[in-house]
């Protein structure tokens, strides 16, 4: 199989990229940091991530998770999509800002295994994410790292 180019001028860099991910930057997810295999994030807790019991829903963690994963496993260049993912809860956070660092802990041709902290501003650790992903046949827009 043959690999699909999207662009071959790179049109874009990463961060332009991310942009696209509508979901996260609705969210208020930011991504402040790219290297190949890295990323890190932060979102700032508004009344609109907390639940029922005042503190920062868990789909707020997850999709700032989500987005560190997603920037840390296509920095390569490569489309690579989240085949399998779980989080886990440590610490219930209900304002301030909360950051994500995916490291990339296995990189081949086909897969990529992530693993994200998420801490508060005061380094506590909030909760851990960890992702295997599919790296699909598809050059993107910005020049890998």
Known sequence: METQIINQSYTMDINEFFKGDKFAVNAG???LEVKKGYARVRML????????GGTC???????MADLACAAASNSHGRLTVSVSADIH???????????????EVFDKKKL????????????????????I?????????????
């Open 133 to 145: 992903s599919y790296r699909k046949d598809v050059e993107l827009p910005f020049e890998p790292y």
């Open 112 to 131: 990529s295994g992530v693993e994200v902290r998420i801490t508060n501003a005061a380094e506590e650790l909030v909760a851990t994410f960890n992702s």
């Open 45 to 52: 807790i508004t009344p609109e991530h907390l639940n029922g």
């Open 89 to 103: 809860f440590y610490k219930a956070e209900s304002s301030g800002y909360l950051y994500a660092e995916a490291n």
């Open 29 to 31: 997810v930011e991504l």
């Open 57 to 63: 829903q868990g789909g707020a963690l997850f999709t």
